[in-house]
């Protein structure tokens, strides 16, 4: 599925679990900022602790006070957009989304007054199994009824969603009305995010779209790569359009695909340890693309972080034309790190990238994250535009563009076997980026031909 938060580059983590690494020191203790440490004062901060527990008029709120608490200590460490703190509410829902996989069901729902309704179940998972049926509606989980819930208030994934291994009993009605009761065993579910399809001439085309860099996109590329690469193919365009990045561990993965060797991206910090370089390095793997292959990257203003690092290091190796609009212009790395109690983390930025060639188009950092309202061309902190300018530029209206995200819904509901949302969008269905692409190919294709003693393309 597109991603849809603004978690984005994080670096490989040295000392914490997960993957992230380094942090930036905070000075918990005596008042004062020297020495590039945050201010703290510790006499107020337990002054006022105890002023409110003791003389506020009602008593206090458990839940409520927690709740201020996290908001405090989130704005204490927003330097800017793209710094946060990461409370318990949210902290297991952030790994899920950056691991790519979560204990689950394996299923996607719309919610509706009496249950939530399934609309699409992923092939082979624990739901398919326990025999859960696209349509049908489920009424509640474990005794709990699950009608006229908020899908964004995050109870009805915490109902169904779980450690893997144990089990949920649900109360399911078919579309006959018969209402009977199913009992399904969490397993770690690994919603797809990379897609697959073939173009152009005798489908020699392969098309390879990203549509977000978790822990589990390596695996993902490499296994797309192998069955699109097992037939022949004259050229491959990698689509990163929409992909708001990740975690640069899959960014560099997935560079080192197209390159046999060379820099991918260099990351700068000021910290210990926030600074390094991560190389390109040869494989027979059968995932490994063939150099002789022609190779385009469409990319456009929701592209950013991980998904510039990669088209960044295509592009300034000459590996492959850039083709669409000019990406967003997110060159920070953001670290995190978790907490000593284990139950939230640190979000930081800790450093900046720069591609192969030393390039590094940071938009400002008052224009936030990447999303619907930054998609238009920005600037940096100098007024130059921001992000990378693609090789070929082609721009999509409103129209095509709309058409172009129902076309990937279309994608990612077959891969849950749930229906069509849209009408007249066709599998077939060539936008005008993605042709420009193949035109690309279709040139670099012909130079290929007629160079001495060139050989065809795998």
Known sequence: MRASTAFLIMAPMVIVTL???????RRAGAAGGGGGQPYWDEGVAAFVRQRMGSTYVDPLDAKASEAAFWRAMDAYVRLDPYCDMIPPSEY??????????????????????????????????????????VGELVLGADGRALGGMDLRSGTPARLLKGAPGSSVRLEVRAASGEVRVLVATREVVRPPAVFTRRVGPQGKVAVLRLSEFVESTPAEVDEALAALLSVPTEGLVLDLRDNAGGVLAAAVHVADRFLAAGLVV??????AGTSRDFHAKASDDAAEVPAGLPVAVLVNGHSASASEVVSGALQDHRRALLVGERTFG?????????APRGDCALQLVTARYVTPSGRS???????????????????????????????????????????????W??????????????AGVTEGWVDPQLARALEVLEGELLMQRIRPGASPAR
Do not use: C, M, N
């Open 19 to 25: 993957l992230f690494v380094g942090t930036q020191g």
């Open 92 to 133: 297991r829902q952030w790994k899920e989304g950056t691991s790519g996989h979560y204990g689950g069901l394996g299923i996607r729902v719309d919610a509706e007054a009496e249950g939530l309704r399934v609309r699409g179940v992923l092939p082979g998972g624990p739901a398919q199994r326990a025999g859960l049926q």
């Open 266 to 271: 260099r990351v700068v910090g000021r910290a």
């Open 330 to 338: 997110k060159f920070l790395v953001q670290s995190i790190v978790e």
């Open 361 to 407: 188009y940071q938009r400002r950092l008052e224009d936030g994250p990447p999303g619907p309202a930054q998609a238009q061309e920005g600037v940096d902190a100098r007024g130059e535009p921001a992000g990378l300018l693609p090789d070929v530029v082609q721009a999509l209206s409103a129209e095509e563009r709309k058409r172009l995200l129902q076309h």
């Open 409 to 422: 819904d279309h994608e990612e509901d077959a891969r849950w076997g749930a229906p069509p949302r849209h």
